[in-house]
């Protein structure tokens, strides 16, 4: 395995070459596709509407069985994934979904300590429909997390909550990313959450890497002219006035 100079693996969390996936006889969803990501890496993936952005990231998770023999796919043994909705099973409470499978006589402690940092203590014996929706999306980064997963896919994972719910989620991933130093992979439509929370936004168009810039710390903040020039690119590049 590759090494820097501080000993430490150089070797990228994700290595995606040349993939392939097409559905139809007429055309390729990702036609040729190469992506690394580096460990604990937060790359945000956008894109117009069905340029393969849920294609590769179901690809990467191992749940599009036929992708096999179009590329490669390189990704770590531990990832989870978070979509829109936050999957809990109705008849399991909190606590329970978020250790299901989880093996050790420590799971149910470790699953409180998630829950704890998701700022969800006290609703370990909550049933699901006893949350709001942003408490059930902070249960599935819980369920997630707990299992310290190298690569971290998450489809849209705020797309149904509402605006404010969406910042204090932002921060939270953020917090909780830093801590845990997954590799991040987040599917988003919304240009601004690509910026502030990543460190390098990558565009998908006609099924390749379009666009793959890096996100230095200071233009993660809206009143930063570097967030407002990068805003404007990545819009521009989507074919979308930045002022429209
Ligand atoms: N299982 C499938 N069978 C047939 N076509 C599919 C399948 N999955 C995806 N597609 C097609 O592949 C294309 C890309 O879909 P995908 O969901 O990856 O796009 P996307 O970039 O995530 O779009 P959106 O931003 O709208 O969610 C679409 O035209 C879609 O209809």
Known sequence: MATDAR???TEPAVRVRNLHRSFTSDGGVLN???LDIA???FVALIGRSGTGKSTLLRALAGLDRDVAGYGQIDVP????VVFQDS???????ILDNVVFGLRGADAGERGRQALAEVGLAGRERAWP???SGGEQQRAALARSLVREPQLLLADEPFGALDALTRIRMHVLLRKLCEAHRPAVLLVTHDVDEAIVLADRVILLDAGVVDTDVRVELENRS???AG???????LLDRLGVAADA
């Open 7 to 9: 000993g430490l693996t």
């Open 32 to 34: 040729g596709l190469d």
């Open 39 to 41: 460990p604990g890496e």
């Open 77 to 80: 043994d531990a990832v989870s």
């Open 87 to 93: 999957r809990l099973l109705p008849w399991k409470r």
């Open 129 to 131: 429909y006893q949350l």
């Open 222 to 224: 809206r009143s930063d």
């Open 227 to 233: 967030f407002a020039a990068l805003r404007s690119l």
